[in-house]
């Protein structure tokens, strides 16, 4: 029996797997290591996943997860499951893997992350051989919800958009300028504070201004990390993640205005990692 778990910031996704069928899957709130403990995880894990797991307990746990990109961080995670699930192997890797086996399988080609923070890698069909650098909300994320978000605001706090945007804005979130700075100075999570306004993005999309934004935003993506991999016009590219997703048909445009070819846009990559698994099998 296997657990197989996608994680990121907000949610993690779990796929219990038995005798080469999907027994269930279940949501908890997600964790990364580099803001929560190991004490922190485990309670999340024996509050959210055992309970909905129904004393079936795995006898090997595959988790891929944000931010496990150093050791310590995956010996956080690692611990965490090792003594709240007791399975006999766990195996702790970056969701960027998670990713590159979802979109890519076995098959060579750059996977890339686009939800609320970004990410991307060259996959050569066996193992993640490059990786240009994520450097977070405050340096860069670019092209994700965070990214879209931090746009939206600064216009937003600068007067750059349009009347009746501004109007439906003020109408759903705090919208004066000392309450908006002090959710982004002053309180926890500052990175999803953000990346929540691009619902809101999402919501005016038909705007060309908010369009223009978001294809922006994918534009920065492409010059900042995807142009960097030697052989980006040549091999597919594709990506996973709600911003990836909801905004695809504008990703699609971007990409192929910088001559890529498009390859996978999936909104998780749950089913991907399930096939690859199920394949393995």
Request: charged letters at 20%; glycine letters at 8%.
């Amino acid at each position: 029996m296997l657990l197989i778990a996608d994680s990121g910031s907000t949610k993690t996704e779990w796929m219990l797997i038995d005798k080469g069928q999907l027994l269930k899957t279940i949501y908890t709130e997600g964790f990364n290591p580099y803001y929560y403990g190991v004490n922190d995880i485990v309670k999340i894990l024996n509050s959210e996943l055992i309970p909905q797991l129904d004393s079936l307990m795995p006898k090997q746990i595959f988790y891929y997860g944000s931010g496990c990109s150093t050791e310590q961080n995956c010996n956080i995670v690692f611990n965490a499951l090792a003594s709240s699930i007791g399975a006999e192997k766990v195996v702790v890797m970056h969701d960027l893997l998670a990713a590159a086996h979802a979109l890519l399988g076995d098959s060579e080609g750059i996977a890339c992350i686009l939800g609320t923070g970004s990410n991307s890698c060259y996959f050569d069909g066996n193992e993640i051989t490059m990786n240009v650098p994520s450097l977070g909300y405050l340096l860069a994320d670019e092209g994700s919800g965070v990214y879209i978000g931090k746009s939206f605001i600064t216009a937003y706090l600068y007067g750059e958009v349009p009347d009746s945007i501004a109007k439906d804005f003020k109408l759903h979130f705090q919208s004066e300028q000392h309450e908006i700075l002090d959710a982004l100075y002053r309180r926890e999570k500052p990175g999803k504070y953000l990346s929540d306004f691009t619902r809101f993005v999402g919501k005016h999309i038909s705007h060309p201004f908010c369009r223009q934004m978001v294809g922006e935003a994918f534009d920065d993506f492409i010059s900042v990390q995807l142009s960097k991999y030697p052989n980006y016009n040549s091999i597919a590219v594709a990506f996973t993640g709600s911003v990836a997703f909801h905004f695809r048909e504008i990703l699609k445009e971007r990409l192929k205005k910088a001559d890529i070819k498009v390859g996978i846009i999936s909104a998780s990559p749950g089913d991907g990692l399930l096939k690859y698994y199920l394949n393995k099998a």
